[in-house]
């Protein structure tokens, strides 16, 4: 293979109670990127459109992570590489991630699928840690798994697929202003009282039941965060409004997608996440503040190829 | 129905990374009680064998609850209730919620079966509040529906019922010390940092998980405790030997049942549970404690009735 295009899916994090554990990948919103071969050894990332990033391999997440895999498996090609984004980044949907992701998964293609996902994970990891600071696994993971899936440990690394319902749907507003990965950091406290973290993961484990069982009445019960939204909602103009329209639209929950600013709602069917996206439109409509929405299916099967010679 | 006999299990709370949300019920350890009509109206526990215990109304757990019952459900006859304690009470694997959450289930077959499992979940929760200080529904959900369960919330309450592999064993070790709730309450952090409780709700995601799926591996890698376990070591003497032991053995999982000293083992099957029960005895046997030891299945159907008529 020469040259392979591929779909990088975006990526909700934390999804209510799963703060640093839960990622989901959605089906719609991602980033398009081409992989070819060259004769000139070493990584060049040839052009981005779509997003104003470096094209500087060592500071763009594609470009750390395509190094670091040729450092591992040297060869006798070089690689150019083309991102078209597909979505805003500093969204709070995994945009680093998803490029990050994608060229772990396009090099790999071109280096003859000889790394399994969870070490594709890894090298994303890389991409993760020097845009963001935080070698963090829960967007590439979902990226590269697909799904749901969960960061079981970093220490050794463990991701658990977590099956989803085949209706469930996401449905999410970015409000276009701009939350900074550090004060979305800062904001979070850094102890927890013990009967709040017991709180947090029985519903963790009730979401992952639910999933597990097609449970929406459980899912929904279980999207509930009570650690990190209620320090990180107040980055986020009218987060509480848009939280109690899409529950009163039918939403089985929402919250914020990894640190903002983007909120996120999960609908069981495709009717009932109409009618959420319909409604947060309407109520963000008269803010003075410029919104993109989204709906989509949830992506189960990760990075899609969509040409390759 | 003039007169039912029933078998309430014990139950093992917490589950290592599971603190005050997750507990499973036991097949082979338990209390065996009876429940008679009589013409006198009120309740009376006439007879406590296996254990020294109050057979005053208004402090053991059984009369308690079985109080509660008939004041929401006022009838003409009243109750007579004999308990035999099959384990001993203060090992850690809910000697009062057998007794309380067995009352709840013979008194409601003798009311007619007129309320849910989950109103028998709070009436039992009365029971455990009155013998323990907290109404806490960790032991009480497990002995009531069986199996592995999960507290997802207590305002309002709701308990997930969690799949069992059908292999899956239980090994506990009972050493004869005294534990006091008190102090294995009062050993607790407060607060937790939020980095361990995010490691604390991924392992408890993933235990659910394997669960689910029959995930051997997965359930061993996240039966791990980070926050409760540390603490409440100190407590139970050879707690360390007595996991390392099990592990070594080949169990899943070891950990402090419920506030302990009771030390249980999941393991994956009988030959395995054998080994382990074997080892953590030898381990034991030179340590100048008495202890007992219980090799058992998972009970899955929650009480059951004995006799009846």
């Known amino acids: 293979m020469n040259y392979i295009k591929i779909f990088s899916p975006a990526t909700v994090a934390n999804v209510s109670c799963g703060f640093d554990a ?6 719609t919103v991602g980033d398009t990127m081409t992989f070819s071969k060259t004769d000139t050894k070493g990584v060049k990332i ?3 459109t779509g997003a104003d990033l470096p094209l500087d391999t060592q500071t763009n997440a594609a470009g750390v992570v395509a190094i670091a895999m040729l450092e591992k498996q040297p060869v006798d090609f070089g690689i150019d590489i083309t991102i078209h984004k597909g979505y805003t980044p500093g969204s709070g949907l995994g ?3 998803a490029s990050a992701a994608g060229a772990a998964f396009g ?5 003859g699928d000889i790394f399994s996902p969870l070490e594709l994970t890894q090298f994303s990891m890389l991409g993760e840690e020097a845009t963001c600071g935080t070698p963090i696994a829960d967007n590439v993971s979902a990226a590269i798994y697909g799904g749901f899936t969960l960061v079981r440990s970093y220490e050794p690394l463990s991701i658990v697929k977590i099956p989803v319902p085949a209706d469930l749907r996401v449905v999410a507003i970015h409000p276009q202003v701009e939350v900074k990965t550090k004060d979305a950091r800062e904001v979070l406290p850094k102890e927890v009282p013990l009967k709040d973290a017991v ?8 979401l992952i039941s639910g999933l597990h069982t097609n449970d929406y009445q459980l899912i929904s019960d279980s999207l509930i965060d009570i650690i990190v939204e209620p320090a990180r909602k107040t980055l986020i103009p009218h987060f509480d409004l848009v939280k109690k329209e899409a529950l009163k639209a039918g939403a089985l929950g929402a919250g914020i997608s990894g640190s903002g600013p983007t909120i996120f709602a999960l609908c069981k069917d495709d009717a009932t996440a109409e ?3 319909k409604t947060i439109q309407n109520a963000y409509q008269d803010k003075q503040i410029d919104f993109n929405m989204i709906l989509s299916k949830i992506n189960t099967e990760g990075i899609k190829i969509l040409e390759q010679h």
């Open 22 to 27: 839960l990622g989901l990948a959605l089906e």
């Open 275 to 277: 009618i959420v996206y």
């Open 199 to 206: 709180t947090q993961w029985a519903n963790v484990g009730g």
């Open 95 to 97: 945009s680093s991630a």
């Open 107 to 111: 090099v790999n293609q071109l280096l």
């Open 46 to 48: 040839t052009k981005i």
